[in-house]
């Protein structure tokens, strides 16, 4: 009973020693091969001190010595054959969990390389990654760069645009107030304009040469009437705008001899050319200006003459601005 005991807490203990001491798995084995022979060598001691101390050996004890011999041996060889039997399956055993450990060795190794190889994988992809997310670092502090440089840029423009604003709007602020004095000029000058119209007209020349009568009505159809000239520096007004042989609003259509202006008033004062005015015929009633330029004597108030009113002449129109 005692043997059993031994046998099974050794071996309950080489199998869990076994699994992470395997270097020292056949050294166990032998000392427990040892230690089990030296306990078959006790119990033959103890079974032959036993029959010493009976102390009761009778004769039939002694006849039947050989006959305990004999069993003794044949137990022997039993205790020794199923301590080998014993042995084989240890052994048998011990194989078992060797091939056991090294099939889940080479499984490590296997799942250990192909952590290995996963685990470089990664690696390599981290390394790629990284240097993907460099390359893209770059060019993102590229662009950055570029953009701040962009942004100078703008800044000084919005400063620059700023300042032709600034310049910009003083100019507008000094023209708004130029404008507003021109203004004020422009309504002090139609103010003075038409207080002048009340005074003086404005003239202009018809656009073909007809008869006095046709003349006339060419101003009268635009609001004017032939120009009536009454003083000296109107003459000389008058005259400077044409150097033409033109009619003015002087007739003595009505009676001979008796000029009278298209308004009906007489003349008072004439400027005439010298010998002028002669009713050279008996027909000559209309008068026109710039008579005989090239005549000695002819001066810008030396220039009526009486004509015949059915020539053709251009007529010097005079418009009232009221
Ligand atoms: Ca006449
Ligand atoms: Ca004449």
Redesign the pocket.
């Not at 002028?276 to 050279?280: H, Q, T, V, W």
């Given at each position: 009973m005692a043997m059993g005991v031994s046998f099974s807490d050794t071996l309950y203990a080489h199998y869990h020693k076994k699994s992470s001491h395997h270097s020292k798995d056949y050294s166990s084995s032998v000392k427990m091969y040892d230690k089990i022979q030296e306990q078959i060598m006790d119990l033959e001691v103890i079974h032959d001190s036993d029959g010493d101390t009976t102390g009761f050996r009778t004769t039939s004890y002694r006849q039947d010595k050989g006959k305990d011999q004999q069993c003794r041996g044949s137990r022997c060889l039993a205790l020794i054959t199923v301590s080998l039997g014993l042995i084989c399956v240890l052994l048998l055993v011990f194989i078992i969990l060797q091939h056991i450990t090294i099939t889940a060795e080479r499984d490590m190794r296997k799942s250990y390389k192909n952590t290995v190889e996963e685990f470089n994988q990664t690696i390599n992809s981290l390394q790629n990654n990284y240097t993907d997310l460099m390359n893209e670092k770059h060019q993102l502090q590229n662009n950055f760069s570029s953009l701040s440089q962009k942004k100078l840029e703008l800044e000084t423009k919005a400063k620059d645009l700023n300042d032709a604003k600034d310049i910009l709007q003083r100019s507008f602020d000094s023209l708004n107030k130029k404008k507003l004095e021109l203004e004020s000029k422009v309504t002090y000058l139609d103010e003075e304009l038409k207080k002048e119209s009340t005074k003086r007209g404005w003239f202009f020349l018809s656009n073909e040469e007809k008869s006095w009568s046709d003349s006339r009505q060419y101003c009268r159809d635009r609001g004017g009437d032939l120009v009536i000239i009454k003083s000296e520096e109107k003459q000389r007004f008058i005259s400077s705008l044409t150097m033409e042989k033109v009619w003015i609003g002087l007739s003595d259509t009505v009676h001979e001899g008796k000029m009278t202006w298209v308004d009906d008033s007489p003349l008072n004062q004439g400027f005439w050319l010298k010998g002028?005015?002669?009713?050279?015929g008996g027909n000559?009633d209309c008068i026109e200006l710039n008579y005989k330029r090239e005549q000695p004597g002819w001066s810008p108030l030396n220039s009526w003459?009486?004509?015949s009113c059915s020539e053709k002449r251009k007529g010097i129109c005079e418009k009232s601005l009221k």
């Open positions: 002028e005015p002669n009713s050279y000559e003459n009486d004509q």
